[in-house]
């Protein structure tokens, strides 16, 4: 009996040994090999995330916040924002081939036969969009940026394809808005519209502005162009060099559009950040206090349609006026796409690259130290 006890605890024993060592190994083999899956998925996530997309650590959230940083536009007052400019080509006083309004419309109707002939057989003007700007002031990168989004940009809407420009009259100011927004992935903090008629009186309250151009202009109060036509014409409104804008005269720059060809719509693009720019270092210069009032009268008369109040320009004033500063970079982002010209079928066309430009933007989208 005891015999038999005795074997069996050696048994026992020796069964334990061997086992537990099977068990050891075992583990720690699946422990090795459970540590290496996520070890490399680890890896492969960190390939796949972008710097902006990974998660801080204390040490990155340190770097990021504003005031722990060298950064000298870190002590400007103000947030960085993104601001679009539309202006119109509206003129009622000007041309009177305007499509009715509805309740014109449903008069003519009414009128019967002959009022609808009327209502189908003319050639109506519409008002456009003859500039959309996006303008950026990036307190944390030191930068200013302008980025032009031609008037013949082809979108694509519900109803088919249309040139940007049409879809205010279609649409109205909030779609343009929207499409902006989609077509850069950014957020439009704020917008500015106008119409050219308002724009002079904006331009001659604030005594013109200097420009430079580099051909020549002719105007009649109704054609812009810069091909002088071979009668109506005996002088330039605007020579080659430096020129000092006034009402007329902004109302004949956004009018003279040209898209003969690729490099006349880049000159057009650059015609239009010229002006901005030109408009915004001439009030920026001004007394803030005269900056201010001047901006306040620009909503009181209605010359501007705009969610920046004045309260907004007043707590963004520093960064503002921080345009003139060797702080800051000045600097103009093209919209990717290319130019088409006109066939017998449609006109010219600027086909926007959608993906290219979301790639562009993408650094832009999430601003360092802010919830934007």
């Known amino acids: 009996m005891l015999s038999a006890l005795k074997n069996f605890f050696i048994t026992f024993l020796i069964a334990a040994l ?18 290496g899956i996520f070890a490399a998925e680890s890896s492969e996530l960190e390939g796949i995330l972008s710097p902006e997309d990974k998660p801080n650590t204390p040490e990155d959230t340190a770097e990021d916040t504003p005031g ?8 400007i007052h103000g947030e960085s924002f993104n601001m679009l400019f539309i202006v119109t080509d509206y003129q009622a006083d000007t041309f009177e081939d305007y499509c009715p309004d509805k309740e014109t419309i449903k008069e003519m109707l009414e009128a019967g036969e002959e009022g609808e002939l ?9 008002p456009r969009a003859v500039a959309t700007v996006l303008f950026r002031a990036d307190k944390e990168r030191g930068e200013f940026t302008y980025t032009v989004f031609p008037a013949i940009t082809r979108v694509n809407t519900a109803v088919g394809n249309h040139a940007l420009g049409d879809l205010y009259n279609l649409y109205g100011k909030d779609y343009i ?16 519209f106008v119409n050219v008629t308002e724009l002079y009186d904006i331009v001659y309250e604030m ?8 051909r020549e202009l002719y105007y009649d109060g109704r ?42 719509l880049a000159e057009r693009n650059t015609l239009l950040v010229n002006i901005l720019s030109a408009i915004l270092t001439k009030v920026t ?43 800051f970079n000045v ?39 802010t919830d934007n």
Request: proline share 4%; hydrophobic share 40%.
């Open 68 to 75: 722990q940083t060298d950064n000298p536009t870190a002590a």
């Open 177 to 192: 808005i929207n499409t902006v927004a989609a077509m850069t992935g950014l957020t439009i903090d704020y917008h500015l």
């Open 207 to 214: 005594g013109g502005f200097p420009l430079y151009l580099d």
């Open 223 to 264: 054609v812009s162009t810069s091909q002088k036509p071979e009668e109506g014409f005996s002088e330039p409104f605007y020579t080659i060099g430096h020129n000092i804008v006034d009402g007329a005269g902004a109302i004949a720059l956004m009018m003279w559009e040209d898209f003969s060809s690729s490099a006349a």
């Open 285 to 327: 210069e001004l007394p803030q206090e005269e900056f201010t009032a001047l901006y306040d009268k620009l909503h009181e008369e209605g010359w501007i349609s705009s969610d920046f109040t004045t309260k907004d320009l007043v707590s963004h004033m520093d960064l503002i006026c921080a345009l003139g500063s060797d702080l």
């Open 18 to 35: 061997i086992f537990g060592s099977a068990a050891y190994f075992a583990t720690k083999f699946l422990t090795n090999t459970i540590t």
């Open 118 to 126: 009327g209502l189908l057989g003319t050639d109506y003007r519409y």
């Open 331 to 369: 600097k103009t982002i093209d919209f990717p796409g290319r130019y088409l010209a006109a066939t017998e079928t449609e006109d010219a066309y600027f086909s926007p690259s959608i993906a290219s430009a979301i790639a562009t933007f993408k650094n832009y989208r999430k601003l360092v130290g």
